[in-house]
């Protein structure tokens, strides 16, 4: 199942530590937040792992069918 990755720009500080636990799946956006390289991705362990490294739980993780959350990692 599909899922959608978003980033609360808001809360972003712009650590890095997505861009460095899931590789070319974060980027810096123009104002250095970090925003997915895609907003939909297939389940992937890395991008889970980021989400659950963000020091300010800034990156959300859903279904992109059903908006649900994407349970953390075990």
């Known amino acids: ?6 980033v609360d720009t808001g809360l972003c ?7 460095a636990t899931a590789p070319g799946r974060f980027r810096f956006d123009e104002s250095q ?3 997915p390289v ?7 362990d890395q991008v889970r ?3 659950a490294s ?4 800034a ?3 859903t279904y992109a069918g059903t908006g ?5 990692p075990d």
């Not at 199942?1 to 978003?6: D, L």
């Open 49 to 51: 792992d980021a989400a």
């Open 13 to 19: 500080i712009s650590s890095g530590v997505c861009l």
């Open 1 to 6: 199942m599909t899922w959608r990755v978003t």
């Open 68 to 72: 649900e959350p994407v349970p953390p």
């Open 54 to 57: 963000c020091p300010v739980e």
């Open 59 to 61: 990156i959300l993780l």
């Open 33 to 35: 937040h970090s925003s």
């Open 38 to 44: 895609q907003a939909l991705t297939e389940p992937d």
